[in-house]
């Protein structure tokens, strides 16, 4: 009777407690992520796949060898791989520290029956650690991603990282701004093991992988623009530098690339300083690229027209205690605004700031997007605010006028330049044209211009005077014979500690082809170029370089 007393109390009063306490030491609880949705150019081809990387547990109830025989054995398949990624093997004192650690795992003191001892163990490494036979050695499918085009628009993209918990998560670029569309779903997974046996048992969540999106971004010509950035760096002495590529006629992003980019296979051998994209996350002093939006707010206004003549800009112009020459210190007396352009004379753009006025300016400036965010469906993008109107000097406005003491994003000027091209409407620039889902768009981009900026008569105003900058110009030598190409160069002056220096230059150009029918807008921009200072002699040839090949690539005949 005592017997089945007790048999009583511990089947039936204490049976719940007790089977949740053995299920309990047998069973590990985890969440776990499906695979990550893929990335795709607009030509459907993958530019990031999710691929099958493993974790490698040990099951400590069935582990039969010796623990410091399983340590040597899979240290012995998993260190030469990892040395390869490293560029080197691993030495031998390093192998002794990685087999000790596989020892502490396994005879760590713990009611903890899993113990996990490898990550990112790849297909290769899985069949050679099977082919093994140790029991007790499990492999869980973790998710991982492969690049097929190598690091190509790295800064774009972005990559997988891990969160504070170890989490999967996607950092800057489209893995950052897009991680919840590209995530898969997440799930319980049971791990339970009993009588020398070990189930897998997954919850409810049937497995998911996260949406698909497909982008603007062309790998054509994104790799014309990569490899044509790399030789001009090379070529300029320059020690940085980007490209961005629009589409004239909806704002797609056609192409991306910046340099110093890293790897996003392994980023965690790069300086974290390359992960931005300083397309969207880097403010610069844009220099005479900036000009033509100024000249657009005085035509706005009706203060001028393209034949209004020049009347200061027979010599330098002072204010205050500040002299402002032109960049050649070559003047042009009674010149037009269209030869103002031409020129990128200085000081004929501080007379047209004056007589467009400082208000009129900044409201048009601000329509046309600088001081704020463009939306664009990328991580980390930034944007400095414009002084309010109250704390402009005269000195700050004949500065403004050829674009130095303001500071804005490559995107920012790209955008406000595609209202040349658009009637005086400016496009929202995205880099995602659609996400999928299932096989099924379950969201596409419908890319609308924002409303008018400008008119169209000043759109086609500025249109002509910087068709006409392009073919006599500076930059004229450089110029694709027989094409109709519409451009700016501009050369901005660094600012560090307070002041300009004189020997450290962004040079840039930026411009639409072919001008009567605009396929894309291009801008150029090289960072400290040693050869030269100037964007006439290293970014706009540059700019001339990837549009012979764009023409080539789309099959654009001269006009």
Known sequence: MLIWARLF???????????????SQSTDIAEVSY????IY???????????????LYAWLPEIKNGVGEIASKISDIVLPKRGELNGALENSEKSEDHKAEYIRILSENSSQKWRLLEKEIDNEQ??????????????????????PEGSQAAQLLGFLGRDNLGKPKGYFGLEGYYDYQLRGYEGIESRLGFLDRVLFLREDNPKKQGRNIHLFIDRTVQFIAEDELARGITRYGANGGWVIIIDAKDGGVIASAALPSYDPADYQQYDPINYKNPIVAETFEPGSIFK?????????EKTITPETICEECGGPVQIGEYSVKTWNDKYYPNCTMTEVIQHSDNVGMVWVARKVGVNNLLDLLIKFGFGHKTGIDLEEETALPIKEKGDWYPIDLATLSFGQGIAVTPIQIIRAFSAFTGGGAMFSPRVVSSIEEDGIKSWETKSKASEKVIS???AKMVKEMLVNAVEKGEAKWAKPEGYYIAGKT???????K??????????????FAPADDPKFIMLVSLKEPTTSPWGSETAAPLWFSISKRLFYYWAIPPS
């Open 456 to 458: 169209a008569e000043t």
């Open 41 to 55: 150019s607009s030509d459907g081809q993958p530019l990031v796949l999710s691929q099958n990387k493993f974790s």
């Open 292 to 300: 033509p939006f100024v000249m657009a707010a005085a035509l706005e």
């Open 498 to 511: 307070g002041h300009y220096d004189d020997k450290k230059t962004i040079a840039s150009f930026i411009g």
């Open 490 to 496: 501009g050369t901005a002056q660094i600012a560090i």
């Open 126 to 147: 899985k069949e050679a650690i099977e082919r093994l036979k140790i029991s007790g050695l499990v492999f869980e499918e973790e998710d991982s991603r492969f690049y």
């Open 35 to 38: 695979p990550r949705g893929n």
């Open 9 to 23: 109390y511990w089947q039936v009063i204490e049976g719940d407690k007790l089977a949740t306490e053995a299920v």
